[in-house]
T-cell receptor, first 114, second 112 residues
């Protein structure tokens, strides 16, 4: 049972335009959400995060929005650049019996066209 | 970059043999994780650790065991490798609750 879902396997965007990547989750215990970027043959690198007490977090060209009632988060990249082409994973974190763990989605491959 | 080293980086092994992957960190982080990445499945949690000798199962733990005898080392063992365990394995570490996790470079394992 997939607790974190990224329903779009791929997305293509023109350079300079906005990229919007979406993520849905089912577990209401999740209280911290993250986005990672992954290039081929490298480990995922942290991009931006948001706590469940907020509905928006911004870092330069990257903004994450959280809609708790819809159990939905999105990552906006403005303006998109060719170097943003990568696989993007969303992840959610929840405390579970005194410990905690990160659950990842299946990823969205973003291609920014020059 | 966070000090995480995975070894080996690449390995080919035969079905039925035991395999151990090592994750070593120099950050003194409490939490350590093993994930596998497969096409169409993203990153799936195998096992994780919340302290020395404290480990728990993740989403896909069958066929895997882990050990953490020191803060800096987290070992993943495939007791009897199968072709379905061909994958890229990532180790991750995190410092405390509600912070980001940092990933290693990955180990590509092929079981033939």
């Amino acid at each position: 049972d997939q607790q974190v879902k990224q329903n779009s396997p791929s997305l293509s965007v023109q350079e300079g335009r906005i990229s919007i990547l979406n993520c849905d989750y089912t577990n209401s215990m999740f209280d911290y959400f993250l986005w990672y970027k992954k290039y081929p043959a490298e480990g995922p690198t942290f991009l931006i995060s948001i706590s469940s007490i907020k509905d928006k977090n911004e870092d330069g060209r990257f903004t994450v929005f959280l809609n708790k009632s819809a159990k939905h988060l999105s990552l906006h990249i403005v303006p998109s650049q060719p170097g943003d082409s990568a696989v993007y994973f969303c992840a959610a974190s929840a405390r579970d019996s005194g410990t905690y763990k990160y659950i990842f989605g299946t990823g969205t491959r973003l291609k920014v066209l020059a | 970059d966070a000090g995480i080293t995975q070894s080996p980086r690449h390995k080919v092994t035969e079905t039925g043999t035991p395999v151990t992957l090592r994750c070593h960190q120099t950050e003194n982080h409490r939490y350590m994780y093993w994930y596998r990445q497969d096409p169409g499945h993203g990153l799936r949690l195998i096992h994780y650790s919340y302290g020395v000798k404290d480990t728990d199962k993740g989403e896909v733990s069958d066929g895997y065991s882990v050990s953490r005898s020191k803060t800096e080392d987290f070992l993943l063992t495939l007791e009897s490798a199968t072709s379905s365990q061909t994958s890229v394995y990532f180790c991750a570490i995190s410092f405390r609750l509600n912070t980001e996790a940092f990933f290693g470079q990955g180990t590509r394992l092929t079981v033939v």
